[in-house]
């Protein structure tokens, strides 16, 4: 049986002097890829924010690898191999492509591995690699995006956390960010993918949770809630 890498207990968070999350349940097993979908607002990206430490939690627990990180920096979670990729990319626009997938390594001190994981980074985003000693700030919103999924798989995440991947992007360059996200997955890293294109996400998941008004109000496998009335209605628009 596979391993649950991430749990989430009775969670709770304010955000803003607002509920924004209201006592949730989840979990994220080894080798998973997991969508978590809902419409703007639902409490996705605060959700995340608490998993990966940037917000503090009121109430519940989060469990990585079976031990509660609840306190944790973002920082330490980052060694213990959870990485995020932030919603708005959070990428350092002033630095070269290089030296921002580079920051993704400060963990790590095996040179050689490092230069083997950029190679593979390169491989998946050749478009990186071509504009290497480019400042980030001038990348589209897209390269943007390659760049931040880039700098987070230097880290060599156990679990990657995707906060909306595909928000403000050109549809062909959708298609491209959900090809990667498949192939890194299909690389062996979990994935907790939080997504309001509820179609795209949902269709290469594995398991997918519904959240609305900062509770989680359905789950299930995620082919059968693509193919849920309730679920088209709400989010797909049918």
Request: hydrophobic share 45%; charged share 30%; glycine share 12%.
């Given at each position: 049986m596979a391993q649950v890498l991430l749990k989430v207990k009775a969670l709770k968070v304010a955000y803003g002097g607002i509920q924004a999350v209201k006592g949730i349940d989840f979990e994220v097993q080894e080798?998973?890829?997991?969508?978590l979908i809902g419409s703007n607002g639902a409490g996705k990206t605060t959700t995340m924010k608490a998993i990966t430490g940037s917000l503090p939690i009121n109430d519940g627990d989060i469990e990585y690898m079976g031990r509660s990180?609840?306190?944790?920096?973002?920082?330490?979670?980052?060694?213990q191999g959870l990485a995020m990729v932030p919603e708005g990319r959070g990428i350092f626009t002033r630095m070269t492509i290089m030296e921002n997938l580079l920051m993704g390594a400060y963990v790590r001190n095996d040179k050689a591995?490092?230069?083997?994981?950029l190679d593979k980074v390169f491989g998946i985003f050749p478009r990186l690699q071509e504009r290497k000693d480019q400042l980030a700030g001038t990348l589209s919103g897209g390269e943007q995006q390659m760049l931040a999924m880039g700098r987070a798989l230097l880290s060599r995440p156990k679990v990657l956390l995707l906060d909306e991947p595909s928000m403000g992007l050109a549809p062909i360059m959708v298609d491209k960010i959900f090809e990667v996200v498949r192939d890194v997955y299909a690389q062996g890293v979990t994935i907790l993918?939080?997504?309001q294109n509820a179609s795209r996400a949902l269709g290469i998941a594995d398991r997918g949770y519904v959240m609305d008004s900062g509770l989680i109000t359905m789950s299930g496998d995620a082919k059968t809630m693509l193919n849920d009335p309730k679920v088209r209605a709400?989010?797909?628009g049918e």
């Open positions: 080798g998973e890829l997991v969508s990180i609840r306190g944790q920096g973002p920082w330490d979670l980052v060694r591995e490092i230069v083997r994981d993918l939080v997504e709400a989010y797909l």
